[in-house]
């Protein structure tokens, strides 16, 4: 399974990111929410709430052929859903914070990719 799980230190949040969606739907199916939360498009972030594990995000993305900057692009943009996610659920309106939370995530998230596509 293509996944890189960043646990952040200052909060209980676990963020995976996946590639392809049959990665995003397995680790889905362990939670049976009930809910269609399946990656059925290019990018999907999903929030949800683990009585054992805590706040968990997923971020997905294709593995299908893409242009490069679009799906690094589009890895932006689920970025910032996360972000959304972790401040909203966790009560943080800090400006600074999302900033520093985006590139944290951005530079995991992007060695990873360019690791597992290269």
């Known amino acids: 399974m293509k996944k890189l799980t960043i646990k952040l230190d200052f909060i ?4 995976n990111f996946f590639i392809g969606a049959e990665n995003h739907n397995a680790y889905i199916d362990k939670f049976k929410t009930g809910l269609d ?7 999907l972030t999903t ?7 805590g706040h968990i995000i997923m971020i997905s993305v294709t593995d299908k052929p893409f242009d490069v900057y679009e799906i690094k692009g589009l890895i932006v943009h689920e970025i910032t859903h996360a972000v ?17 939370l985006s590139q944290h995530l951005y530079i995991k ?10």
């Open 37 to 43: 939360w399946y990656l059925n498009s290019d990018g």
């Open 12 to 15: 209980p949040t676990e963020v």
């Open 47 to 53: 929030d949800l709430w683990n009585d054992d594990k």
């Open 109 to 118: 998230i992007m060695k990873y990719y360019d690791k597992e596509m290269a």
């Open 84 to 100: 959304s996610f972790i401040m909203s659920r966790h009560g943080f309106v800090c400006e600074e914070m999302k900033a520093y």
